[in-house]
Nanobody, 127 residues
Framework: QVQLVESGGGLVQAGGSLRLSCAYS????????MSWFRQAPGKAREFVAGISWNGGSSRYAESVKGRFAISRDNAKKTMYLQVNSLKPEDTAVYYC????????????????????WGQGTQVTVSS
């Protein structure tokens, strides 16, 4: 079992920034991926960014490239998402997710791959 707890969401004006955190605990696999997804009202959950277990590789959705940055601190057992230049269309509940990988090199963007999820943190961007 892996437990995930997000924090750092809030209300921000367009152009502003936030840093989202995901604290994880429990028994993790030798190889795993952690990612951020988001879900806006009435829309499907979508992949935002993912990072490998050692931070060696990462992946971003096209819509956030150049504005968002994913990172992790394994000593603190925390993953981060720095979100800059926020737009109203970034408004959503942001979730962190954990995938117990069976091979290196995979950074899946489909929610169905992920084994554990946090409860989400709301990000609201006003225009």
């Amino acid at each position: 079992q892996v437990q995930l707890v997000e924090s750092g969401g809030g209300l921000v004006q367009a152009g502003g920034s936030l840093r989202l955190s995901c604290a994880y605990s429990g028994r993790t696999s030798t190889i795993y991926v952690m990612s951020w997804f988001r879900q806006a009202p009435g829309k499907a959950r979508e992949f935002v960014a993912g990072i490998s277990w050692n931070g060696g590789s990462s992946r971003y959705a096209e819509s956030v490239k150049g504005r968002f940055a994913i990172s992790r601190d394994n000593a603190k057992k925390t993953m981060y998402l720095q979100v800059n230049s926020l737009k109203p269309e970034d408004t959503a509940v942001y979730y962190c997710a954990y995938y117990a990988a069976v091979t290196r090199g995979l950074l899946p963007d489909a929610a169905s791959w992920y084994n554990y999820w946090g409860q989400g943190t709301q990000v609201t961007v006003s225009s």
